[in-house]
């Protein structure tokens, strides 16, 4: 009888940690400190009492492989580090009174990571005296042969590729702006960007 009680429970603990397994984790807020989120956020630096650099890291992204940096995706990424990276600027001028902040310096980039490997079709005759040649794999791309020097088994080449971007700002603070100055009104920035960014998300 106790054998029989252990067995449905044992089951149940196995099904409850397979769904724990499979279970995705929820996406979380964009705007948080690169402290907290590990893998993607913000931080900042006081470069001097007026001027600051913000950095805002995105998540990995998932790229095409053939043409990686022709992805619309990380082109897209780089737009929205931009724009994460001013919203914190906005943010950190309105916590220290300043009506406006000016960018003087900004660097948006990305970094791609291509890994790829050759596939070769297997050979479709493994029987004695048939020219198979365990130890001579001559990998290539297009032209190589696995194994039969002269089948001429074609290889090809598979690649995965994700990419991270990355913007640096550096931005005075402005306390009194003026006509044509070029700075951005920090209430202003903060409402237009939070409309756009209010649901942004990483994994």
């Known amino acids: 009888m106790m054998i029989n009680r252990i067995l449905p429970l044992s089951a149940t603990v196995c099904l409850a940690l397979l769904a724990a397994c499979t279970t995705p984790a929820p996406p979380r807020p964009a705007m948080q400190p690169l402290s907290v989120a590990g893998n993607f956020g913000f931080s900042d630096r006081d470069v ?32 929205k580090v931009h724009d994460l990276a001013l919203l914190r600027a906005a943010r950190i001028a309105a916590e220290r009174g300043a009506p406006a902040f ?39 791309y297009g032209y190589g042969g696995y194994g039969w020097p002269y089948a001429g088994y074609p290889c090809s080449e598979r690649r995965w590729a994700s990419g991270r971007a990355v913007s640096v700002l550096t931005v005075d603070l402005v306390a009194k702006p003026v006509a044509g100055d070029q700075s951005l009104g920090t209430a202003e920035t903060i409402a237009k960007l939070e409309k756009i960014y209010a649901n942004a998300t990483y994994p």
Do not use: Q
């Open 48 to 79: 001097d009492g007026d001027t600051v650099e913000i950095t805002y890291r995105g998540a990995e992204v998932k790229l095409s492989g053939s043409n990686p940096r022709g992805d619309a995706r990380i082109s897209s990424e780089k737009d």
């Open 102 to 140: 000016r960018v003087v310096a900004e660097k948006t980039d990305s970094d791609i990571d291509v890994k790829s490997y050759p596939h070769c079709m297997a050979a479709p005759f493994w029987g004695p005296g048939l020219g198979y040649y365990g130890h001579r794999h001559a990998y290539g």
